[in-house]
């Protein structure tokens, strides 16, 4: 019988609460190969440990570092030659394009978030922008993420079209930021785990599309199919919703 040839694998950031589930959910492959990770926090025994990102063997790198580290971290991992999964938040603007450039003779791929429903949710009101006057954003998460916006109502808001106006909100925020022309309003709390409203509006409608992740879990099914089609992924991507409308040609 022909063994499948395993793709081996070092998860960055491998003892938090994504890297546990995203170990987890490779030893239930055959394809892949779980064999290193790079956390500071890991007590493990089973991996190989890095203790830092350098003289990587494994044949891909996927990266859930937090924000406040993964832009070093994307330094780090561009002198390898192993492809790279990023599912970290914080991304700035300059390692975004080192990664694209990077992404000639490998594949790189960056989702901001692995969630099916926050991926449609980008499809739709990229479809709906042109459609209504204004727009605004309002991301809710638990009090323990550094970043704010998320990296999922960044990239959203970077997505729209710049001329779209954006409508004041009263109310009591965490933090308020305007990006691409675009107002996005970041709640933390513990009562959180994931959730974004974008709300869309004309002089006589309004129309708002929200997304709630109930448990961590819903991230698995995006990382399947991360996983699934990683193998004829070329080069740069940038979203699940790309390969999301790839497969089902929206």
């Given at each position: 019988m022909n063994e499948i040839a395993s793709t081996t694998v070092l998860i960055s950031g491998g003892a938090g609460a994504m890297g546990q589930l995203t170990s987890e959910y490779l030893n239930s492959r055959e394809d892949y190969s779980l064999s290193a990770i790079h956390d500071p926090n890991y007590k493990g025994k089973e991996h190989k440990v890095y203790r830092e990102l350098a003289d990587i063997k494994e044949d891909?790198?996927?990266?859930?570092?937090p924000a406040n580290i993964i832009n070093d971290n994307v330094s780090k991992l561009l002198v390898s030659d192993a492809d790279i999964i990023i599912g970290s938040s914080g991304l700035s603007s300059e390692s975004l394009m080192n990664l694209k450039k990077s992404a000639v003779n490998r594949k790189i791929i960056v989702i901001p978030n692995f969630s099916l429903g926050a991926a449609y949710?980008?499809?739709?009101?990229?479809?709906?922008?042109?459609?209504?006057?204004?727009?605004?954003?309002?991301?809710?998460?638990?009090?323990?993420?550094?970043?704010?916006?998320?990296?999922?109502?960044?990239?959203?808001?970077?997505?729209?079209?710049?001329?779209?106006?954006?409508?004041?909100?009263?109310?009591?925020?965490?933090?308020?930021?305007k990006v691409n022309n675009k107002n996005i309003y970041s709640i933390r709390g513990d009562e959180y785990l994931a959730e974004q409203i974008v709300n869309f509006e004309n002089e006589f409608e309004s129309f708002?599309?929200?997304?709630?992740?109930?448990?961590?879990?819903?991230?698995?099914?995006?990382m399947k199919v991360v996983l699934d089609q990683y193998k004829v992924i070329e080069g740069f991507n940038l979203g699940l919703e790309k390969i999301l409308t790839d497969q089902i040609n929206i």
């Open positions: 891909l790198v996927i990266e859930f570092s949710q980008k499809i739709f009101s990229n479809s709906l922008s042109s459609k209504f006057k204004s727009v605004n954003i309002i991301e809710k998460h638990h009090s323990k993420k550094q970043d704010a916006p998320s990296g999922t109502a960044y990239d959203l808001a970077n997505s729209l079209s710049p001329e779209m106006l954006s409508s004041d909100l009263e109310g009591k925020y965490s933090d308020v930021n708002h599309l929200e997304h709630k992740v109930n448990d961590r879990r819903a991230y698995l099914y995006g």
